[in-house]
């Protein structure tokens, strides 16, 4: 089993930053990939950012490229989304997920266990 706690969200203008946090617990979180997905008011949950065991690979979806960037500390237990450059359409709540697995998934279905999630609120 793995505890997923999610930190960091708030209200933010456009064009800010902000930087999410997701602490881990209860197995090795060097044995998990790593994902950020979000959640809109009306929309279905989207994959957002991946990130490798070893943190050698990361994927993003197309529109968070150049602004945000996933990282992790494994050290810690805990993986991160920087972001940047916000827009009002990034306005979500945010779960971080882990998946026990190689390769890097964008698959929500793949990952096994979830945060409470944090909410991300970009006003214009």
């Known amino acids: 089993q793995v505890q997923l706690v999610e930190s960091g969200g708030g209200l933010v203008q456009a064009g800010g930053s902000l930087r999410l946090s997701c602490a881990a617990s209860g197995r090795t979180f060097s044995d998990y990939v790593m994902g950020w997905f979000r959640q809109a008011p009306g929309k279905e949950r989207e994959f957002v950012a991946a990130?490798?065991?070893?943190?050698?690979?990361?994927k993003y979806t197309d529109s968070v490229k150049g602004r945000f960037t996933i990282s992790r500390d494994n050290a810690k237990n805990t993986v991160y989304l920087q972001m940047n450059s916000l827009k009002t359409e990034d306005t979500a709540v945010y779960y971080c997920?882990?998946?026990?697995?190689?390769?890097?998934?964008?698959?929500?279905?793949?990952?096994?266990?979830w945060g409470q999630g944090t909410q991300v609120t970009v006003s214009s």
């Open positions: 990130i490798s065991r070893g943190a050698s690979v990361t």
């Open positions: 997920a882990a998946d026990r697995a190689v390769v890097v998934t964008t698959r929500s279905d793949d990952y096994v266990y």
